[in-house]
């Protein structure tokens, strides 16, 4: 039905203007700065940042609790995150860990995991709040020790330690007893006669881990390949001889890749048989990692070249040489968006650099200071996220007469490598952990978590998170007003919209608009979903009426009276029926089918929708399966649409 009641005075904060009567849908202002809603739960996780455009999809990012973090972002050592990354990071918590952590934290089931050689601490990743303490050796030898925690199976976690995986309960932290792993010839893991950076790898894919070990019987070096996935029965895969010193690289393509330093030469084992498939050599080292990407093996180490190998074969493809003296990357890459991110150390003069990924052509490059930079970055959201300084203010760099002023985390764009942000930290980040829309980083004993939550900046990029204007007259009780909205910015010249859009017939309903997306429904009977910063049609449904109504979204829902008797429950993003609900009977006027329609526009509250209809009833719906709680008859017909109040329907 038309809104009769509508009162223009009470609609100050809506954003968007409806010609009523007409066939046109404009959108009038550009921005509007909202107050986030701080629903970060578990399971689901909205807020702004779930609006907020994907650049490899294009649409948003949704339920931000599907972007996890392990195994180094992605498979491959790629350090990617596919969900959305800070934009303006503020410290949202900080909580101390057992004893130092090393390397990156790991973010899954809602919690963010912190390992040291002396347990595992896990955290809410939206409060900080510690879940859980594991007291447990999780040491590994090597270079630097680089503990992580992974992600075995719903119920069950493991840490790598030198003796094979350490299993950890997920739910209360309990550690599981050490279980012996028959192997031949070897006792512990990590001890090859080679400099250790990384130690091991782990696979999320098959739940392998690979690294080396002297066998006590040949003398010589051996990969190692442990299957984790049972946690009462972890076994060895294969083991593969090498002449040399080597340490484990990463994983990709069906294999397991190893490397060392003075050789420079790169193995690819078969991940299933422990069969060489082929090697390739590079100048200079051949050690830390490998990032696999769209097919192929990029590799830096501490040689002056940047290398690309084709993952069938070992042949090289490509190569960059800085031509310096100094190391790329200690620990490894990032790749995404059809490029590769890498860092030199070239003191004085070091950088952070991109590259094209079919043909290492250096896509820019930007200022950063190292001395060694034992230090990842991560790729996330159209975002570098990178240390560009390894030393504390006031150290100097070795040998350069140079003071540092500081270490500082910045974020560069992906495309151009403009400074996106930067914050000052205590210490150098080993590497970043971008999950649920945060970053998650170990520095000194503690584990930080970064965000946008506390200010978030509106942009033509973001989608509003709060409430929004879900239902007639924004709220409940009709109020007009939209809960959560601040400091907004209204239309000052009407007569220039943003975009306009031609409907299939009269809009005679109010449009509503949540999470950057606008519904509402014409009297040719379709009922649309509008993209509201593009102007462009999402989805639309048609129906054998007109719809004269406003619809309410809710929960992800939308609740419509649809001019034929009915009211339907349909998907907001995707437009799928969920139920459809009969409200009336129907009679017979002047020789037409006329039903008995439901046409006052929804109000939902609870677990219920509240909808009058022209058999002058109010109804009570069920929200999940549209079954009816019950009904009174209130007048004949019922065309307004009640308030709700303090629990109290009035119409």
């Not at 050490?178 to 696979?203: E, H, N, P, V």
């Not at 593969?240 to 890749?257: K, S």
């Not at 250096?362 to 030393?391: C, N, T």
């Not at 809960?483 to 943003?498: A, C, D, R, Y």
């Amino acid at each position: 039905m038309k809104n009769l009641n509508m009162n223009s005075t009470r609609i100050a904060t809506i954003v968007l203007a409806v010609l009523l009567v007409s066939s046109t849908f404009m959108l009038l202002s550009t921005e509007v700065n909202a107050t986030v809603v701080n629903t970060y739960a578990i399971n689901p996780q909205i807020n702004n940042l779930s609006y907020k455009i994907d650049p490899s999809t294009g649409l948003p990012y949704g339920n931000l609790s599907q972007y996890e973090w392990t195994s180094a972002g992605q498979q491959g050592n790629t350090r990617f995150g596919s969900g959305p990354a800070p934009d303006s990071p503020s410290l949202l918590w900080t909580q101390a860990d057992i004893g130092t952590p090393g390397g990156t934290p790991t973010a899954f089931d809602g919690m963010v995991f912190a390992t040291s050689t002396t347990g595992v601490r896990a955290f809410n990743a939206t409060t900080g709040a510690i879940i859980w303490n594991c007291t447990v050796s999780m040491s590994f030898p090597g270079f630097v020790d680089i503990g992580f925690f992974d992600k075995i199976n719903n119920q069950i976690g493991a840490g790598i330690t030198s003796t094979g995986p350490q299993y950890i309960n997920l739910s209360n932290g309990f550690a599981f007893p050490k279980q012996s792993i028959t192997g031949t010839g070897w006792t512990t893991l990590g001890t090859a006669g080679s400099a250790m950076y990384w130690g091991c790898m782990f696979d999320d894919a098959s739940k392998c881990m690979i690294s080396v070990a002297t066998n006590s019987e040949s003398g010589k070096t051996v990969g190692v390949c442990i299957n984790c996935t049972n946690y009462l029965n972890p076994y060895e895969v294969w083991q593969h001889d090498f002449d040399t010193g080597l340490e484990a690289l990463g994983f990709g393509g069906g294999n397991a890749y190893f490397g060392g330093y003075g050789e420079g030469i790169i193995f690819a084992i078969n991940l299933v048989t422990g069969q060489q498939v082929w090697t390739a050599t590079k100048p200079g080292n051949a050690g830390y990692s490998i990032t696999f990407y769209n097919g192929n093996v990029y590799h830096s180490s501490s040689s002056t070249q940047v290398t690309e190998f084709d993952g069938s074969t070992g042949a090289t493809l490509n190569h960059f040489d800085v031509a310096g003296g100094r190391a790329f990357y200690v620990y490894g890459m990032a790749a995404a968006y059809g490029r590769i991110f890498a860092q030199s150390i070239q003191i004085p003069q070091s950088w952070v650099g991109c590259w094209d990924a079919s043909n290492l052509a250096q896509q820019w490059k930007a200022p950063a200071m190292y001395d060694i930079a034992y230090l990842v970055g991560a790729v996330a959201d159209r975002k570098f996220i990178i240390s560009i300084g390894d030393y504390g203010a006031g150290t100097a760099y070795p040998g350069y007469g140079i003071v540092s002023t500081g270490c500082y985390t910045a974020a560069f764009d992906a495309f151009t490598g403009n400074q996106v942000w930067c914050i000052k930290t205590a210490f150098s980040v080993i590497g970043e952990c971008i999950a649920y829309g945060n970053m998650y980083v170990n520095i000194g004993s503690n584990t930080y978590c970064y965000s946008d939550l506390a200010c978030v900046p509106m942009s033509s990029t973001y989608r509003s998170a709060d409430l929004g204007y879900q239902t007639f007259h924004g709220a409940q009780d009709l109020n007009g007003t939209v809960t959560g909205t601040v400091n907004g910015t209204f239309p000052e010249k009407l007569q220039n919209p943003i975009f306009q859009y031609k409907a299939d017939g009269s809009i005679s309903g109010s449009p509503v608009v949540v999470g950057g997306y606008a519904y509402f429904g014409t009297t040719a009977g379709t009922l649309y979903c509008m993209d509201s910063i593009k102007g462009t049609v999402v989805w639309s449904q048609h129906y054998n009426c007109s719809i004269y109504s406003t619809p309410t979204v809710v929960n992800g829902t939308v609740f419509t009276g649809a001019d034929n008797g009915y009211v339907y429950a349909l998907n907001a993003t995707t437009g799928a029926q969920i139920w459809v609900s009969k409200t009336g009977g129907v009679s017979t006027i002047s020789g037409e089918l006329t039903g008995w329609l439901a046409a006052s526009s929804p109000v939902a509250a609870g677990n219920n929708v509240y909808v009058g209809a022209q058999d002058g009833k109010l109804y009570c719906l069920s929200q999940v399966d549209g079954s009816k709680n019950w009904s009174v008859t209130v007048s004949q017909p019922q065309l307004v649409t009640a308030a709700l109040h303090a629990s109290t329907l009035t119409t």
